[in-house]
């Protein structure tokens, strides 16, 4: 069955404030789909640049919210998980998909498409993974075509189990491993899952009868299991992921590490909580592997290797920090928020910003002119003293300046940085190309506001193990002074002697963020008052 119609047809999509539904938004509208958000809170939807898409406010454990949602609709995609829920999370998950595929079928929705969890049912499944299946027999049930995508491990930037990857390897040279890292998975990327979620809004999967051997409620409905070349465990993950950062890592393992300690020990050196670590653990100790590749010969989606996934999420990561708002959330107030839902990986991160009474041009032009003879507006001499260190220990020191005093272009080199991402009077990036226990970057940006314009100043440390953790908290009293010096003289340089009433706002908010031993809740923005 294909869905026909003279137009792309709406799609609603549930779970856009999540980490697949978030990835899947902008492809979907970049198809020219029509796209519908069905979100508890309409204000965490994050819409693509210039695009805008309709959000309904609506909970799927609330009947009675689902019928406008699902006016009009023939598409919807169901990526709604309860993961995160302390107790109860199967009694939710069964009533919210109850509840939307009782609605689907009353609205006249023609094609749900649903993403569960690989698991031979004929093993003892964990809560998890049975859920995950059960959700998707009860929206078969419903008698509306369903496509029900199964996949083990997502491998992607900011995806859980590749948070949990990096933390373990970033943090811990030797490892004492249980069993559950030599179970056999199947992982795909998250670029591969978002294509198959995609192209499956208007497939004709020319299904007459559920040959797979599933249970379907209708006859047009299909489960497919999806998953990558390779067929690897956690350890064979950890192994690759630290040889692509240049680690080396010795695992232990060990037979009597329970799912219940594993959890504690997840939440103690990752930033999962250990509710979601027991859950995720229960779910690694059954193979996850593709029985049925019959998707490959349905969907024009051929998912890359686990060296190749792995090495796309460290290369999106980066982009994400050059592109990405990530700081747009920071109130302007500076008052203290919440960043629960922010996705830092294993980075440190020292963001400030401070007001000042000029035009945005105005504001760029001494981030413009930063290195070289101009200097970098505070302490040039503990710049220099680095550099120094720094040419001392085989790396390009200071002493290349730049090409031009005034003129910036990506791939400039400014001392020891290189130009990475380069907006005229509004964005500078650099990379770090000193010698370092990991990876740096230098950001700022002008934002234009009401009387002014706001300057921000992000300095991003990405650590290489235990080394480059150690090499941020040595230093850090010294960054403290320079980072907040450089922001105070960026904004005199600004208003400068050709305002001599203007002022730079004494209200600058200071961002520190760093990896802790429990969970990212305990993160949060921290605010001071400078007077430059």
Sequence with gaps: MIIESTQRPTIL????????????LPALLSRGYRVRCLARNPARVRMPNEVTCEIVRGDVLDRDSLALALRGIKVAYYLVHSLGRNQGFEDEERRGAENFAAAAREAGVRRIVYLGGLGDTRDELSPHLRSRQEVGRLLRNSGVQVIEFRASIVIGSGSLSFEMIRALTERLPVMITPRWVSTLSQPIAIEDVVAYLATAADVDINISSGSDGYENGSAESRVFEIGGPDRVSYADLIREYARQRGLRRLMIPVPVLTPWLS??????????????????????????IVRDDVAVGVFAVRPRGVADAIARALHNEDQQYAATHWFDALSSSGQRASWATAR??????????????????????????????????????????????????????????????EALVVGDVVDCWRVETYEPERR??????????????????????????????????????????????????????????????LATAAVGPKHPGGRVSSRTSGYRQSPTLSSRKSRGLASREHRP
């Excluded at 040039?380 to 031009?404: E, F, K, P, Q, Y």
């Excluded at 234009?448 to 080394?467: H, K, M, N, V």
Aim: aromatic fraction near 12%.
């Design 13 to 24: 999509l549930t779970g856009a404030t999540g980490y697949i539904g978030g990835r899947l």
């Design 263 to 288: 959890a504690l020990w997840l939440g103690l050196v990752t930033p999962l909580f250990a509710r979601v670590g027991r859950k995720l653990i229960d779910g690694i100790r059954n193979p996850t």
């Design 344 to 405: 830092f990986g294993n980075r440190l991160v020292d963001s400030r910003v401070v007001h000042v009474e000029v035009s945005p041009a105005e504001a760029f032009a001494p981030i413009r002119r930063i290195g070289g003879q101009c200097g970098w507006y505070y302490a040039d001499w503990l710049w220099t003293l680095r550099g120094v260190l720094d040419l001392m220990a085989g790396g390009v020191g200071i002493r290349r300046g730049r090409r031009d005093a």
């Design 428 to 489: 500078l990036s650099l990379a770090a190309e000193m010698k370092l226990p990991g990876r740096a970057w230098l950001q700022f940006e002008v934002v234009p506001e009401p009387g002014g314009s706001a300057i921000r100043q992000t300095a991003i440390f990405d650590p290489q193990g235990l080394s480059g953790l150690a090499y941020w908290y040595l230093i850090y009293p010294l960054h403290e002074m320079v980072f907040a010096g450089m922001l105070r003289g």
